[in-house]
T-cell receptor, first 115, second 111 residues
Framework: DTEVTQTPKHLVMGMTNKKSLKCEQHMGHRAMYWYKQKAKKPPELMFVYSYEKLSINESVPSRFSPECPNSSLLNLHLHALQPEDSALYLC??????????????FGQGTRLTVV | GESVGLHLPTLSVQEGDNSIINCAYSNSASDYFIWYKQESGKGPQFIIDIRSNMDKRQGQRVTVLLNKTVKHLSLQIAATQPGDSAVYFCAEKNRYSTLTFGKGTMLLVSP
């Protein structure tokens, strides 16, 4: 299994809603990531979990809350989002965060629209 | 030909042509680079990588060239096909294997 699976594929939520994005991988990877991608722009890093511990938070607003329940799962909890948070949210994983020559595998993303 | 639009540079080629996509990177200490292909509505997909101790690496129909002197990467696609139409990103690998992506280039292949 060489896939990173994200659910849901599409999500529309109101500014007062609470929702969660989910990501799963069964490749035994020990690093998992959330990236945000706006239209016609490159992905930008939000969070990194390394061995299930939060290692990097790229100054992301607290309305985004990541969670890594175990080495295969990564969640992104959303609360009180703004319309400008509408974007493609990408999950990725890589074998070991400190190993050279390793690519990151990306999921298909969740297309989020905040209304 | 190549054009720079408001947001995303675009390269338009005919099927069967060779394509060259360029990328400038910023961190001279970067030691690992990756090219990703992203089709509409999908996540980035690995194409080819290169370490900083190499200046060229070849894959199937793709070649990556690295010029560390001017901090420049290029991706060459031989015999471009309509299925190659996508946005192509170069990326530098950083700590914790995070990636810093370049601006991206849209490749449009006409039959």
């Amino acid at each position: 299994d060489t896939e990173v699976t994200q659910t849901p594929k599409h999500l529309v939520m109101g500014m007062t809603n609470k929702k969660s994005l989910k990501c799963e991988q069964h490749m035994g990877h020990r690093a998992m990531y959330w990236y945000k991608q706006k239209a016609k722009k490159p992905p930008e890093l939000m969070f990194v979990y390394s061995y299930e511990k939060l290692s990097i938070n790229e100054s992301v607003p607290s309305r985004f809350s990541p969670e890594c329940p175990n080495s295969s799962l990564l969640n992104l909890h959303l609360h009180a989002l703004q319309p400008e948070d509408s974007a493609l949210y990408l999950c990725a994983s890589s074998p070991q965060p400190d190993r050279a020559n390793t690519e990151a595998f990306f999921g298909q993303g969740t297309r989020l629209t905040v209304v | 030909g190549e054009s720079v639009g408001l947001h995303l540079p675009t390269l338009s080629v005919q099927e069967g042509d060779n394509s060259i996509i360029n990328c400038a990177y910023s961190n001279s200490a970067s030691d690992y680079f990756i090219w990703y292909k992203q089709e509409s509505g999908k996540g980035p997909q690995f194409i080819i990588d290169i370490r900083s101790n190499m200046d060229k690496r070849q894959g199937q129909r793709v070649t990556v060239l690295l010029n560390k002197t001017v901090k420049h990467l290029s991706l060459q696609i031989a015999a471009t096909q309509p299925g190659d139409s996508a946005v192509y990103f170069c990326a530098e690998k950083n700590r914790y294997s995070t990636l810093t992506f370049g601006k991206g280039t849209m490749l449009l292949v006409s039959p």
